[in-house]
């Protein structure tokens, strides 16, 4: 196993962080949380992790310059939960604009269904190195009140009142909606294919 990457998870105050962290010790990997914009572009691998609100949160990340390194980072870049959401385009939470990679919006759950969405789902459709070894209607922890709708950069899916995408790739950004650092055996298993790409 290549311990020796430099992994880099993005820190601008989301409260995940730290589970990240923790489950990337688990597998053996050291990564370190920066701000600092010399140390994310120098990074092999960037993790873009995110639990809150996505308006006040892009102001976090414009008062930083964040958005424009994050756009322009060239290594393999993985969002989680809200960091998936804000590197695609319009995003109904705030009516805010996000980092715009991917040119897909991002909205709220309709009322049909409970909201927000809390525990465990499977994902298919998966068609990915992402999730290698990883099976089919595999079962994901996700918490959250708004979504991707299917699209062109889609690698995996779930169902919540309908079809829903929950995983996204485009060059060297990758998304997930799930927390795989909750996400038991499987979760840590995609972030252990993240690493080796």
């Known amino acids: 196993m290549n ?10 105050g989301a409260g995940n962080v730290q589970s990240v962290k923790f489950a990337l ?3 053996g990997y050291e990564a370190q949380l920066s701000e600092d914009a010399d ?6 691998k960037v993790i873009f992790p995110g639990v809150g609100e996505a308006s006040s949160t892009m102001e976090i990340l414009k008062e930083k310059k964040l958005d424009q390194i994050i756009s322009k980072l060239t290594q393999p870049v ?4 809200l960091g998936m959401q804000l590197l695609c385009g319009a995003n ?22 409970k909201v ?25 922890y996700l918490v959250h009140s708004f979504y991707i709708p299917k699209n062109n950069y889609a690698i995996a899916t779930s169902f919540y ?9 485009k060059d060297n950004f990758y998304g997930v909606q799930f927390h795989p650092e909750k996400s ?4 840590e298993k995609l972030l252990d294919n993240f690493l080796k790409l």
Do not use: H
Request: aromatic share 10%.
């Open 3 to 12: 311990t020796k990457q430099n992994i880099v998870l993005i820190d601008y």
């Open 25 to 27: 010790n688990r597998l």
């Open 39 to 44: 140390v994310i572009q120098q990074a092999d």
């Open 78 to 81: 993985l969002g989680i939960c």
């Open 92 to 113: 109904e939470e705030g009516f805010t604009e996000g980092i715009g990679v991917f040119d897909v919006p991002v909205l709220k759950f309709p009322s049909s269904v």
């Open 116 to 140: 927000p969405q809390i525990g465990w789902n499977q994902i298919k459709q998966l068609k990915s190195p992402l999730f290698e070894e990883i099976a089919e209607n595999e079962y994901m």
């Open 161 to 169: 009142g309908f079809d829903y995408c929950t995983a996204i790739q």
């Open 184 to 187: 038991s055996l499987a979760g």
